[in-house]
């Protein structure tokens, strides 16, 4: 594989994407990750990204773009339109991400959502010890200028699949260079220890 | 100042000398009539190279033309879209072999209304056929297979640009490797059909109009003409966008003249435009166009409707829309996307943040014309790679 420059999530979403398949990236930023799945794994890419800047630059980077606002914006692309849908840390920044998810099943077979863990243990003492809103490298922002609106856990997002019956196919959970399988069994100590989860759903 | 007669005369013998083809194949109009062996008028800007796949074919809009840039030989005004195409501009004429084609039913030396009918050696007036954007894009085709180009690089257009654009790709699927639509839409909205009404009322009502036939007596209705052209340009702004230019501000003058002359730098910008245009424009031809402009409703013409159109479509697009304008609003823009989304096709959609309305693709709109850029240069390394495997 060419060394094309990654964070350790994109890898993870790219390792859970089989290749040749046709792949929607919700909120796809200035395309780096659809740019490596189209390289490297031959799928079919198309992104939707909100801001100007990125739209222009996944443009000029030959990748398929439409600017647009996942929140409102979904309801253009057509029933199991894809193999799969990813959404990269945008889910907690939604109005309604119940409706956001719902319309990302419809969209794909399959959908890979990852989410920065409110339940990571810094997080945890950060609040618990401090009485302050935690701010971490994966949760940057002070809670005045957060976009993140539903902040949520590894643990809370197992429920939520459940609750609502999407079938759960896979779940890593990811801290810094290391990943992990989480399941049933080892969810308590991974939604401690993971800063992220990602989630392939549907 | 020469008189209209003299303009006219001059402007003739000028058209005489532009490129142009005569399309001797029979072109089955929309309306049943045929029309053959009548011209099309062309400009090139740039080389075609060796291997054929650097040609970007450009459609005009409404009062537009060939002379996409440079200096237009006829009227001797800088191309309209001078802003994007030309050397090292985002349509890179040194890179890139850009065609214009003037429409059928247009006044630069395509057949129009002006011409003369072969039945009755007069000039057509209102005897010249009801046209559609279909038939003046399939006289277009005819000039790509005219200048030897199976597949082109790129097409594009703005406006009535986008339309025609719209309806090439549905009627040629495979003669485009990508598409840029630009502010435009898939069917005439009611509101554009009746501002189309409005200039056609205008040019009407003017008596020296006489139901089409001032062409032989080598007038022109001037005052109905530049009406006409009035209503468009208050429609190729934005509310913002004339306040900001414009505001009350007076033209010329401390204080109000208690008359009807232009007091306010808006009426006298309106004025100037109106009667420019009537020295370059022919009033049937507007008649013509904005009917064609109409008619236009690409769903209308597939069963389906704008999916259908769409369908097996290899071409990759590019749709932009202009956030403030209201003649092809982002929502029309859109719903193409929508449609091009539904049919699987290849499609990126940007929406262009700026007060300058519908005229933002004739401007120097710095995201505009870097998206422009991005896309045609991207498409144009994949398509080269595309021709060698």
């Known amino acids: 594989m060419k060394s094309l420059k990654m964070k350790k999530e994109f890898k993870v ?19 780096s990750l659809m740019n490596f799945l189209k390289e490297e794994k031959n799928i079919e890419v198309r992104g939707l990204e909100l801001n100007q800047e990125n739209v222009q630059q996944c443009i000029h980077k030959g990748l398929p773009v439409i600017q647009g606002n996942a929140e409102t914006e979904l309801h253009q692309f057509p029933d199991q339109s894809f193999d799969y849908v990813v959404l990269s ?41 401090f009485g302050e809103m935690p701010v971490t490298k994966t949760l940057p922002n002070t809670w005045y200028n957060t976009p993140n609106l539903h902040m949520c856990t590894i643990k809370d997002l197992f429920k939520f699949c459940y609750e609502k019956n999407i079938n759960i196919k896979q779940v890593v959970g990811v801290n810094e260079d290391k990943t992990s399988l989480i399941k049933k069994n080892n969810l308590e100590i991974k939604n401690l220890f993971s800063k992220l989860g990602i989630f392939l759903i549907g | 100042m020469p008189s209209l007669a003299g303009l006219f005369f001059w402007m003739n013998r000028k058209i005489e000398n532009i490129n142009k083809i005569t399309i001797t194949k029979p072109l089955k109009l929309d309306c049943g009539k045929t029309i053959k062996n009548f011209p099309l008028a062309y400009e090139t800007y740039g080389k075609l190279n060796e291997n054929k796949d650097n040609a970007i074919l450009v459609f005009h809009a409404l009062t537009g033309d060939q002379f996409v840039t440079g200096t237009n030989p006829v009227t001797n005004k800088e191309g309209w879209w001078v802003t994007a195409v030309g050397p090292g501009k985002a349509i890179d004429t040194d890179k890139y072999f850009v065609i214009c084609a003037n429409v059928i039913g247009g006044c630069m030396g395509s057949l129009g209304p ?19 954007i279909k038939d003046m894009v399939k006289a277009q085709e005819s000039l790509l297979e005219h200048l030897g180009i199976k597949k ?95 505001g009350r501000k007076l033209q010329e003058k401390a204080d109000y003249e208690f008359s009807f002359n232009a007091d306010f730098q808006v009426e006298s910008y309106l004025r100037h435009q109106g009667y420019a245009f009537v020295e370059r424009f022919d ?80 401007l120097n709109e710095p995201e505009f014309l870097k998206t422009l850029k991005g896309f045609i240069d991207s498409m144009y390394e994949k398509f080269k790679n595309e021709k060698r495997i």
């Open chain 2, 114 to 132: 002006k011409d003369t009918n072969p039945e009755n050696n007069q000039p057509y007036g209102l005897d010249f056929p009801v046209i559609t």
């Open chain 1, 89 to 129: 840390q945008t889910l907690q920044a939604f109005y309604n991400p119940e409706e956001v998810l719902k319309n990302l099943l419809r969209i794909g077979k399959a959908v890979v959502v990852s989410i920065p863990n409110f339940g990571y243990w810094k997080v945890r003492m950060k609040l618990l010890f």
């Open chain 2, 152 to 246: 082109l690089l790129c097409a594009t257009g703005g406006s009535m640009g986008g339309m025609q654009l719209l309806q090439f790709c549905a009627t040629f699927p495979d003669k485009a490797f990508s598409a840029i639509p630009i502010a435009c839409s898939s069917s005439h909205s009611a509101q554009n059909i009746a501002l189309n009404e409005l200039a056609r009322q205008a040019i009407m009502a003017d008596p020296v109009w006489d139901n089409g036939k001032y062409v032989s007596k080598n007038v022109q209705p001037k005052n109905g003409l530049a009406v006409a052209r009035m209503v468009g340009h208050i429609s190729y702004l934005s509310e913002k966008g004339m306040q900001e230019k414009f």
């Open chain 2, 283 to 362: 009033a049937n031809s507007i008649l013509y166009i904005t009917r064609a402009m109409d008619y236009f409703d690409l769903s209308k013409q597939y069963k389906g409707g704008l999916v259908e159109a769409f369908k097996n479509q290899n071409t990759k697009f590019l749709v932009i829309s202009f956030s403030s304008d209201w003649l092809y609003t982002t929502k029309e823009n859109k719903d193409i996307v929508i449609a091009l989304n539904a049919s699987g096709a290849d499609v990126s959609y940007s929406e262009i943040v700026t007060d300058k309305g519908h005229d933002s693709f004739l």
């Open chain 1, 13 to 31: 979403i790219a390792e859970l994407l089989p290749n040749n398949t046709r792949v929607l990236d919700v909120g796809c930023g200035d395309g």
